[in-house]
């Protein structure tokens, strides 16, 4: 297994080079500018001057390699420098700059996480916690009012768009009946029960939007993968030994329905960190999704590829912890 | 009994007293929460440009003077305007002088004075760095030190229109102290500067997380002891124009909402529930359907658009260029997609009153389809058996492109179905924003490039002045591949008469000649068929009942006033 991982590891590098070299090449030839929300007054010589001291009259090649080297040098030792202290060289190196803040990317980064890992990471855990009894009773009772409920509900989660439950859930909640802010407060800092109140008030929109909609999407899985197992013949053996129904369910079957389900989940991990775009624009969460609508709409291209870049590391990191994970919960699969 | 009347009385002044006076003392009226749709990326005008900066900026940073909402000047940091009459402005027109106020300090406790204003002008002019808004400083020769309080502006030819540096939002006065160190290539590095600026306005940025949320506090140091009346502000960004309306009108949430872009009868559903109210002020935006002078033929690749694809082959012809104008009905596009926020118009120069024209609004401003198909007729157009108009084999059929805004596609609909009626087909089309206005000389679809025959777009000019605005109509300023495609003469517009006409207004200093002049341009522009203007936009923004002391203003930041906003009692 050691050296199953360590093989992984060592591929994904080229793998990471050639994804950060297709996003920087897409981003380049795409037409978009970031001078291009700019009033028109400001005139077209101005204009050039700007994209000038964004350094886009440098070479392609040459733009890219600089990013290399401020993304995997710099800012590394930047970070190292911060944990612990020490000085490396002048301290005065070249970072990933935003163009539209000027800021550094990784500093931006670090601003919205929080917010994103708590109301997109919440739902996704609210939704797995929702999503794994559904499932199990909707398999165990397969065609029961309550499955057909439940797979209605599901149905409806997963076709309804954020866009519109969210919208929906402002107007009954915010205008309607003024129970929940309907933007959301990233300067609240909970320091008392009110304030944490607050808090909760303000996060239950948006992770009820998005816990809805994952949740709805992994009931299907634990549905269909508790079905698959209920009819196996260890079931059968199991129940004329004479084991009570309770630990046929939850003992037998579910530990080996889960298998599937946790790579379905580990490899949903990702999405939460690429934050949820649109839920965050309807809320104003302004997490990371929202800091890449932006960035995309302002052609933001540092920014654009450092968020791309990091959400392709972690999708390959955590395909290979969902490859692992099968590994360790199935007997059956050996890497070695 | 006469002591209670007494009191009585007393109390009835006093309460209206304070209602007059809608603010007693510096913070006492709790937090300002605003709300900006698009969320402010830094603090630094000079460093972005964009319309949303400058305004948050300018709640911080002032400059010299000001445009209130009536267009006129209002010193801010000076003592009084600069004029002819107080000779602040040289009789040669080279020079302006500004007399700035003695006793004001910045933010940090530190005196303003002539140096800070000198220094502004070398960040923004300063090579690499980048500046956005140079064009303000253009035509400068020196900066310099009159005294401690006195700063002369000298121009390298006449300026008959001076105000342009240290005046308005897009060119406030920064901090020489802070900014020292950042100048050039070294600006975008400054971001602690970049997000906080020291400044001399009611405000003082506490906290600015980019993209997001900005938090400020009164200034202890500002000039007058009595203002702001609010001891805080938060100004939200992010979210969509619809949500951000439902948060002030609807929700209560929030105090102010900049920029309503919404459609006219949803804004009124949200009035309706009256919590808030909406304010439209009118600058000099114009939307306008440009007219290709060139061929826009694609087959003649490259060549498109630009003098060697020859004139085009229908729309230079000025019965086609008139009738396309004359079957559009403004009315009905001002209703559909504007509302409040829009006005008919003929003039490419709008606004201030004393510039705008009325010379063409008789027979532009209504819709004529029965003399638009006469023209055509008499011109030669036939119909053919399509419905569409063609001579010699030309055939009156346009592509008609935009940026992607449901609004212009709106129009578009629109007025594809009034040419149609006048035998002329249009294929729509559009693009992107960032990539219609990105300017990119790589990408076919820049408004520059006008690889279409007609397309349709908002411009506007900075202040009051349209010199220079009227001047991107010059022959030599059309866009092409020699010039990268950086002209800003869209439509390809080519008349001796007006560029000499443009020469004289550079050269004349009296303003109702000047006035006169703009006029007579603007109406060659709008006679000759350079473009069709349709609406004079407006902003729209909406604030709560709670608040007050707003004074929209289309000529200068919508927050330009904002240290007289209090919260209405």
């Known amino acids: ?336 | 009994m006469k002591n209670l009347k007494l009191l009585l009385t007393g109390t009835v002044a006093a309460i209206a007293f304070t209602g007059s006076v809608a603010h007693a003392d510096r913070a006492t009226d709790g937090d300002l929460k605003i709300l900006f749709w698009q969320a402010v990326s830094t603090m630094n005008p000079y460093l972005s440009g964009g319309t949303k900066e400058v305004y948050a900026s300018s709640m911080v940073i002032e400059p010299l003077a000001r445009y209130d909402e009536k267009a006129n000047l209002v010193p801010m940091l000076v003592t009084e305007i600069p004029t002819l009459e107080n000779g602040g402005v040289a009789k040669d027109m080279l020079s302006i002088t500004w007399k700035l106020k003695a006793d004001v300090k910045w933010s940090d406790g530190t005196p303003f004075t002539a140096d800070d204003v000198i220094f502004t002008w070398k960040y923004c002019t300063a090579p690499d760095g980048g500046c956005a808004q140079k064009a303000q400083y253009q035509g400068i020769k020196s900066v310099e030190a009159v005294d401690k309080n006195t700063v002369k502006v000298s121009f390298e030819e006449p300026k008959y229109y001076p105000y342009s540096a240290f005046v308005g939002a897009q060119s406030p006065v920064i901090q020489r102290k802070q900014f020292e160190n950042c100048v050039g290539a070294k600006a975008p590095g400054c971001t602690a500067a970049n997000f906080g600026p020291v400044g001399t306005g009611p405000f003082v940025v506490k906290e600015f997380k980019p993209n997001d949320v900005i938090t400020l506090t009164a200034n202890t140091n500002y000039r007058d002891p009595k203002k702001p009346a609010f001891a805080s502000v938060t100004l939200k960004g992010g979210g969509d124009a619809a949500s951000a309306a439902r948060a002030v009108l609807e929700t209560g949430e929030f105090d102010y909402g900049w920029n309503m872009q919404v459609e006219p009868e949803v804004l009124a559903k949200m009035v309706a529930a009256g919590k808030g109210k909406l304010e439209t002020a009118f600058g000099t935006q114009v939307e306008r359907i440009v007219l290709n002078r060139y061929n826009a033929d694609p087959s003649l690749g490259a060549k498109r658009s630009t003098k060697e694809a020859g004139p085009h082959p229908s729309l230079a012809d000025p019965a086609v260029r008139r009738a396309l104008s004359l079957a559009i009905d403004r009315t009905t596009i001002v209703e559909a997609g504007y509302g409040a926020a829009g006005k008919e118009t003929c003039n490419i120069v709008p606004a201030p009153a004393a510039v705008a024209s009325t010379k063409n609004d008789s027979w532009c401003l209504k819709q004529d389809i029965a003399g638009a198909n006469k023209l055509l007729d008499d011109a030669g157009w036939k119909k053919g058996s399509d419905g569409i108009r063609a001579k010699n084999g030309v055939k009156l059929n346009f592509l008609y492109s935009t940026s992607t805004n449901s609004v212009r596609q709106a129009t578009q609909e629109l007025v594809k179905a009034w040419w149609a009626e006048i035998g002329v087909g249009a294929e729509l089309r559009n693009a992107s924003a960032s990539v219609f206005f990105g300017g990119d000389p790589a990408s076919p679809d820049t408004f520059q490039k006008f690889y279409a025959d007609v397309e349709m777009y908002t411009n506007n000019f900075d202040g009051t002045d349209p010199e220079k605005y009227l001047a991107e109509w010059l022959c030599d300023k059309a866009p092409s591949p020699s010039n990268g495609w950086q002209g800003q003469n869209i439509p390809r517009y080519c008349n001796a008469d007006y560029d000499k006409g443009v020469a004289e207004l550079s050269k004349t200093g009296d303003p109702a000649k000047r006035a006169e002049l703009a006029k007579k341009l603007n109406d060659m522009l709008t006679e000759e068929g350079a473009h069709i203007p349709l609406v004079h936009r407006g902003q729209v923004s909406s604030h709560s009942l709670k608040l007050a002391g707003v004074r929209m203003n289309g000529w200068d930041s919508e927050l330009w006033n904002v240290a007289d906003w209090s919260r209405a009692k």
Request: cysteine-free.
């Open chain 1, 1 to 336: 297994m050691f050296t199953y991982t360590l093989r992984r590891l060592l591929f994904a590098i080229p793998t990471l080079l050639i994804i950060s070299f297709a996003i920087f090449a897409l981003l380049d030839l795409a037409p978009n500018d970031p001078t291009g929300d700019l009033p028109l007054t400001i005139p077209p010589e101005v204009r050039e001057q700007i994209r000038a001291s964004l350094g886009l009259d440098q070479p392609f090649f040459l733009r890219y390699l600089y990013w290399l080297q401020q993304f995997f040098i710099n800012e590394p030792l930047n970070i190292l420098e911060r944990l612990t202290g020490w000085q490396f060289g002048d301290g005065s190196r070249m970072r990933v700059l935003s163009w539209a803040t000027r800021s550094p990317v990784v500093d931006l980064i670090v601003q919205r996480l929080p917010q994103t890992l708590w109301v997109v990471g919440l739902a996704y855990l609210f939704g797995v916690m929702i999503a794994i009894p559904i499932g199990v009773i909707s398999a165990y009772k397969q065609y029961s009012v309550f499955d057909q409920i439940g797979t209605f509900l599901a149905m409806v989660g997963y076709s309804v768009p954020t866009f519109f439950t969210g919208v929906l859930m402002i107007v009954i909640f915010s205008s309607y009946l003024q129970w929940f802010p309907s933007v959301y407060d990233t300067n609240l800092v909970v320091t008392d029960f009110s304030s944490f109140l607050q808090q909760v008030k303000q996060m239950i929109l948006p992770v009820t939007v998005l816990a809805l909609f994952n949740a709805s999407q992994i009931t299907r899985f634990v549905r269909a993968s508790m079905l698959d197992n209920l009819h196996q013949d260890y079931v059968r053996t199991a129940r004329a030994k004479g084991v009570k129904e309770k630990a046929v369910l939850l003992v037998h079957v579910l530990r080996n329905s889960l298998i599937p389900v946790v790579t379905v989940i580990a490899l949903g991990v990702p999405t939460i960190f690429s934050g949820a775009i649109i839920t965050e624009q309807i809320f104003r969460v302004n997490g990371l999704g929202q800091l890449l609508i932006t960035a995309v709409q302002g052609a933001d291209i540092p920014l654009v590829q450092t968020l791309t870049f990091i959400f392709a590391v972690l999708i390959v990191l955590f395909n290979l912890i969902a490859d692992v994970l099968y590994g360790i919960l199935d007997p059956r699969i050996r890497y070695d």
